[in-house]
Nanobody, 129 residues
Framework: EVYFVESGGGSLQAGVSLILSCTAS????????MGWFRQAPVTECEQVSS???????YYIGAVKGRFTISKDNAKNIVYLQMERLKLEDTAEYHC???????????????????????WGQGTQVTVSS
């Protein structure tokens, strides 16, 4: 059974840093594209960042330079280090896995592609001024 344990969310002020972590099980972590998605009440679901099986990262423009994705294949954990948080980063963040990578990297991976893998339950990040 595929299972994710996400942690690290919270309520914090703009400008600070936060690290999300996701421990996965039930699938071949090393061979999966891993990523983070976010869903806010008034915006569409979007991929934030992903990391492919070779460790190559992808970031959307809104977080590039502020967020860093990494993974530990030995522990089946993917991290999202978030720095200089902004109000617009407020969202529920979901860890996701794609069991195959038709996009040759995470750039084309969208929220509508959940059927190609699995998602975690999410962890809330709330940024206030």
């Amino acid at each position: 059974e595929v299972y994710f344990v996400e942690s690290g969310g919270g309520s914090l002020q703009a400008g600070v840093s936060l690290i999300l972590s996701c421990t996965a099980s039930g699938f071949t972590f090393d061979d999966s594209l891993m990523g983070w998605f976010r869903q806010a009440p008034v915006t569409e679901c979007e991929q934030v960042s992903s990391i492919d099986i070779n460790g190559r990262p992808y970031y959307i423009g809104a977080v590039k330079g502020r967020f860093t994705i990494s993974k530990d294949n030995a522990k089946n954990i993917v991290y999202l280090q978030m720095e200089r948080l902004k109000l617009e980063d407020t969202a529920e963040y979901h860890c996701g896995a794609a069991f195959r990578d038709p996009w040759m990297g995470g750039r084309g991976w969208t929220c509508g592609d959940r059927h190609l893998g699995a998602w975690g339950q999410g962890t809330q990040v709330t940024v206030s001024s």
